[in-house]
């Protein structure tokens, strides 16, 4: 049974940092290729980051050159750093696998606002 949980969200000011984490269980994970979603509120869920590989990157324009993907196999994680966050970062992050599953986690919320 796949099962994805998010972790590292919380409250931070702009300009802060976070760094998000998923635990992956179910799966084999290192050669799971893996994304990052998020989803504010009224709005679609949308594709962040992905990891192809083991370090292949993808991501959105709109967190480019501020977020980096990574993951760990010897711990089944797959992490997102964000930096110099916004306001408009402000969402529910989601983890998953490229294809994605149709089991999502809870999702871990940040919030970006001074």
């Known amino acids: 049974q796949v099962q994805l949980m998010e972790s590292g969200g919380g409250l931070v000011q702009p300009g802060g940092s976070l760094r998000l984490s998923c635990a992956a269980s179910?799966?084999?994970?290192?050669?799971?290729?893996m994304s990052w979603y998020r989803q504010a509120p009224g709005k679609e869920r949308e594709l962040v980051a992905q990891?192809?590989?083991?370090?292949?990157?993808f991501y959105a324009d709109s967190v480019k050159g501020r977020f980096t993907i990574s993951r760990d196999n010897t711990k089944n994680t797959v992490n997102l750093q964000m930096n110099s966050l916004k306001p408009e970062d402000t969402a529910a992050y989601y983890c998953?696998?490229?294809?994605?599953?149709?089991?999502w986690g809870q999702g871990t919320q940040v919030t970006v606002s001074s």
């Open positions: 179910g799966i084999i994970f290192s050669i799971s290729d």
């Open positions: 990891i192809i590989g083991r370090s292949t990157t």
């Open positions: 998953n696998t490229i294809p994605p599953r149709t089991v």
